[in-house]
Every structure is written in structure tokens, then in C-alpha cells.
DNA sequence: GTTCTAATACGATATATTCGCATTGTTGAC
DNA sequence: GTCAACAATGCGAATATATCGTATTAGAAC
């Protein structure tokens, strides 16, 4: 990782120019909402948590702003199940650290728990290095995420 | 032609009746496809393959059988990130057995991959026992994805 | 066969996301 | 600082996947 991505706003926003992006305002705005913010946020989300203060900025140029965010590595994109995409903070940029996702099927709250990182951390290296070696594939990410009911919906029978 | 418990159409359909659904035409010649197909096929695809044979049966139908199947746990619902759902014959009714999916992010292939598949069964037990004491979900799925560039598309630089 | 009602086809609709294009704003050269 | 080039934007329209409403059809219990 670059020494200069992590740290404050300034150097944030380098990440734009130093890939052709031009640093706008919308662009500082959205990348700001994500160091701000621990939740898995929709392109409506962070469109609703910005009208108020920049109604300039448009939900279109959220979800290309998003796009670009999500191609450079800077936030990550998931799908919980609800028909929408939601994105957070890289893993490598975020305090949270490396984690993966719990979703209850009731009402579709997220845990993002990180018990257990080593054995994770270890099984995802030695598969993907078989991966690697046996498909030839070069391997850029993975998805571990586990689906159940959380305690309140087990009780209502959902 | 004798079929033998568990396999051949005449079981097959039992599914439906035992769960209170009608055994429609529909639902026999879709859950045929699924028998008759390794790929993950998406509902249009479904829709498509069947049309020439089948040209009464409606898209809806399509949708609304695969929910019913999906429901009842026979068939099992992916998103490989293309902007439409999977879907493929649950793990304990496939020839091709329990595996995770290994995805080309340049063209789209997937790989039904079945390697180390003990030490993956061993890391999500451990990780399911372990979830479900720590957040007390009911753990009901799982999902493994791992993303790359196949050899084809490496080449070609995408 | 008759009857009850689940299942269906079809068109209309919902919802997330992307596109086309005229306009605006950022940037680098001067 | 000024200016020109063109990237970025807002807006409305379009796309695409999936769902819904309703009149009609067809499965299955008798």
C-alpha cells in the first residue's frame, strides 16, 4: 500500500489525480462519507447522507463515483442479498480491518466479525494458492460470507 | 424403465406434491433442465432453453418455479456479479457434489471447483460452530467465492 | 366428470443501475 | 490570473432483472 493512502483528507484525495480522475467536489464528498461512516452503505445511502449539505450532487454521479472508487481498490463492493449493492472501506483502508460478513435471512442485518482472522487468513492463502497454480488463475479477491437467523428473528419464526 | 428411489422424474416430482405445490408441466420440464445441466443457468436461460419444446410456459413461471425450488432447498441461488441471479442443483442432489466457485472477472467464466475440499469443509464447520455460539445465529448457508482473471483473459490484459 | 382453487400467461409495474447529451467545472499551459 | 481542452456532471430517458394484478387455465380430490 502506498504510504500516502490512509491518512488525512489531503492526501486522500490523491488517489484521483494520481489515476487521471480529476479530484471534484462530489468525488471528495462520497470518499469522505466512507471514512466516516462503519455501516455497508447502498448508492442511495450515501446519496440521502449528502443531499442535505451538496444537493448539487446528483445519483448518477454517486454510483460513477462508485464505480470508480471500487475499480481503483478503495472500497469494496457486496451483495447481502437485498436487490441492492452496498459497498465499504477496503479492507486495507479501513479501521475495522480484514473481515467478513454474517447475514441474517430475517431481516438483513450485517455482522462483520473478524474472529478467528488467523485460520481465515491461512485457509484463503492455501486455496488460493492452489487456485493460482492449478487454474492458472490470477487470484484478486474472494467472498466468505455466512448466512443464518440473528436471536430476534429466530424468536419471531421468520 | 424401472427408476430407482431417489432418481428418475416419477420421485423427482414428488418434491412438489409433498411440500402442498401442484406437479405442473412447468415445474417438471424446469426441474429437468436443472437435472439435465451442469452450467449455472440464470432464469432467462432457462426460459430460453426450454421455449422451442415449450413455448406455453412464461418467464413468470420461470421465476416463480425457481423460487419454489429454491425454497425448498433443491436448487441453490448464486450471484457470480453479473447483474442477474444462478442458479444450479443443490449440493447433496449434484453428481458434481459439494464445491465453491472460482469466477474470471474478465469474461465471466466459473470454475466448479472440488479441490482441498476437506479443509474447506473443516474451516466452515469451525467457523459456523464458532458464529453461531459467539452472535447465536442459526447458521443456515455459506458462501465461497474467489475472484480472478482466467488464463484467456490474463493474455489479453483486461 | 365435476368442482375447488392453485397455477398460469400476459401485460403492467417496481426498482436498481446505466446511458445520451448538453452544460459545467477542473486542470495544465501560458 | 486567464483560457482552452475535455473530463465530469445533472437531468431525463432508457435498460434490465424481477415482481405483481388479474382473468383464465388446469391439477387433483371426490
Known amino acids: ?4 493512502l490512509g491518512f488525512g483528507p489531503l492526501h486522500r484525495y490523491g488517489f484521483y489525480k494520481r489515476y487521471g480522475f480529476r479530484t ?5 464528498v462520497i ?3 466512507f471514512y466516516n461512516c462503519k455501516e455497508h452503505l ?3 445511502d450515501i446519496y440521502l447522507k449528502i443531499h442535505k449539505k451538496y444537493p448539487g450532487i446528483s445519483l448518477t454521479t454517486v454510483y460513477r463515483t462508485l464505480e470508480i472508487l471500487n475499480r481503483l481498490g478503495i472500497i469494496e463492493k457486496h451483495d447481502f442479498g437485498d436487490g441492492r449493492a452496498r459497498y465499504e472501506l477496503a479492507h486495507h483502508l479501513c479501521k ?3 473481515h467478513h460478513h ?13 474472529d478467528l482472522v488467523d485460520k481465515e487468513t491461512d485457509f484463503i492463502k492455501t486455496i488460493e494458492e492452489h487456485l493460482s497454480k492449478r487454474y492458472r488463475f490470477k487470484i484478486t479477491g474472494h467472498l466468505v460470507q455466512f448466512f ?9 419464526g421468520k
Not at 24 to 28: E, N
Not at 106 to 111: N, Q
Not at 148 to 156: L, Q, R, W
Open 1 to 4: 500500500m502506498p504510504y500516502h
Open 24 to 28: 471534484t467536489q462530489a468525488r471528495q
Open 96 to 98: 475495522k480491518g480484514h
Open 31 to 33: 470518499l469522505d462519507v
Open 42 to 44: 447502498s448508492a442511495e
Open 148 to 156: 443464518g437467523m440473528c436471536p430476534e428473528c429466530s424468536k419471531k
Open 102 to 114: 454474517l447475514v441474517c435471512s430475517g431481516c438483513g442485518k450485517v455482522i462483520d466479525y473478524d
